[in-house]
């Protein structure tokens, strides 16, 4: 990644569009295929300015992609893949263990390109933000928790760790 204004990173950090703002359905990425296939209805749509998706190459807790939100003024679509910068990391617990939600902004957006920490976000939106999460897991056998909050230190020490996961895994598949 480039410098951004009021913020240098030496890393690059893709990640896949799964939910759009304003939307209710989740997509997956099937690996098999690489097509994306509609997982679920959620029961509340994304909120503006939000999307939803998770970091390439990355295996979080749960075994999954880490997971991401991603703030934005323009629109993005299912399935597009956008280079982001995390500002900040959500912990949360679910029925399949931890799984951590990094929050993140298109690198090139006018809104919130130059937000380079989670407390700069502002409080309404990041109260929003965890209204969200609690509201997307009610559906029956679905739960999540909230245990708090880090800034961008935390949140790029998480995608480096779901980064070793992922290698480690690799490598044991080729051995």
């Known amino acids: 990644m480039g410098n951004l204004v009021g913020f240098k990173s030496k890393e690059k950090y893709t990640a896949l569009i799964e939910v759009v703002s304003g939307s209710t359905e989740k997509y997956a990425l099937d690996p ?3 097509t994306a296939i509609l997982e679920r209805i959620l029961p509340v749509p994304l909120l503006k300015n939000m999307n939803y998706g998770f970091l390439m190459d990355t295996l979080s807790c749960d075994s999954d992609p880490l997971d991401v939100i991603i703030l934005s003024g323009i629109k993005l679509d299912m399935g597009q893949r956008v280079n982001v ?3 900040g990391i ?3 617990a679910d029925e399949g ?3 951590p939600k990094i929050v993140a902004v298109y690198k090139r957006d006018k809104v919130y390109g130059n937000v380079s920490d989670i407390g700069q976000i502002d409080k309404k939106l990041f109260e929003e933000i965890c209204n969200y999460l609690l ?3 009610t559906l029956p056998g679905s739960w ?3 245990h708090g909050a880090g800034g961008h230190d935390q949140a790029v ?3 480096n760790q779901s980064r070793e996961r992922i290698n480690a895994l ?3 598949e080729r051995h």
Do not use: H, Q, R, Y
Request: glycine residues 4%.
């Open 32 to 34: 098999k295929t690489n």
């Open 85 to 87: 910068v995390p500002v």
């Open 90 to 92: 959500i912990f949360t």
């Open 97 to 99: 263990g931890l799984d």
């Open 135 to 137: 509201c997307s897991k």
């Open 144 to 146: 999540i928790e909230m």
């Open 157 to 159: 020490l998480e995608i």
């Open 170 to 172: 690799m490598c044991a």
